[in-house]
């Protein structure tokens, strides 16, 4: 016969209570001698107290008769009880290597929330307007007032460098090839305002055309405007004064000057030409 780790298992119950027959025994005690982890289980096996073997033997002696419920009911236990026997051998002979549960010591977090018995208390109107008044409230124009003044303009000043809204600064080699219109614009001059956004509007369109709506000083960009706009940085935009305008050819030469109130009838037709 054949005696292998598997057969050894399967008559674990067997050679635990001295059930194998002379040459089945000698043939599983040959296997345990040869086999590290057959031998393990019944050092294991053998370590155990006789009277609890004893006790395991007469149990299982007792579970295998047949007994009688419920008006001669007849049902074999023998199964059921040699199956717990075995689970108890295995947990006997496998001592469990986990790490015991501590109980959590007082005072101490363990991480999880714990929920709280107590109401919850209502907050009042006043905490509720404290809470409001708490949240941030978003940037204000008025927060452009705090920026550094403009530099002012000198005889060594460029010709044009502004900056937009965003910080970036621009030069007029990035317009070249295109007609650029520098309109300078004040919040006071209402009328200049609404002639730069008549003339953004009538040649926006235009992919040759550049209108530049440039402030002298860092000021609020007009209501209901879409034209871009942009600070003056020190540069001597071609002389032009805020309501004035001045009219840049695609090499950057000055092709017109004028008054964006008075002269904006012989701008406008000009554009049209571009």
């Not at 403009?150 to 910080?167: C, E, H, I, R, W």
């Not at 614009?185 to 953004?200: F, V, Y």
Request: proline share 8%; hydrophobic share 35%.
């Amino acid at each position: 016969m054949t005696v292998d780790c598997q057969w050894i298992e399967k008559n674990l119950e067997a050679l635990f209570c001295g059930r194998l027959n002379e040459e089945e025994s000698r043939f599983a005690r040959s296997h345990i001698d040869s086999c590290a982890t057959c031998g393990r289980e019944a050092r294991a096996l053998n370590a155990i107290d006789p009277l609890i073997k004893s006790h395991f033997q007469r149990e299982l002696e007792i579970a295998r008769r047949p007994r009688v419920f419920h008006r001669a009911r007849v049902f074999g236990l023998a199964g059921v009880a040699a199956s717990v026997a075995i689970v108890l051998l295995l947990v006997l002979m496998h001592p469990s290597n986990t790490t015991p549960v501590v109980p959590p010591t007082a005072g101490l977090s363990t991480g999880a929330p714990v929920a709280s018995n107590e109401p919850t208390r209502p907050i009042k109107e006043e905490e509720a307007a404290e809470i409001k008044r708490a949240k941030p409230e978003p940037s204000s124009p008025v927060d452009r007032k705090r920026l550094p003044p403009l530099p002012p303009v000198t005889v060594n000043s460029p010709d044009f460098l502004v900056t937009d809204p965003a910080g970036y600064s621009h030069t007029l080699d990035e317009y070249r090839g295109r007609v650029v219109l520098i309109a300078v614009w004040s919040q006071d001059q209402t009328e200049s305002i609404a002639n730069i956004e008549r003339l953004h509007r009538a040649n926006s369109t235009n992919p040759k055309f550049r209108l530049l709506g440039v402030s002298k000083v860092r000021q609020l960009k007009p209501a209901n405007t879409t034209f871009p706009i942009f600070y003056n940085e020190g540069s001597k935009l071609f002389g032009a004064q805020p309501g004035e305008f001045v009219l840049l050819d695609e090499n950057g030469t000055a092709e017109l000057r004028g008054s964006l109130t008075k002269d904006v009838e012989n701008l406008r037709k000009i554009l049209q030409g571009k």
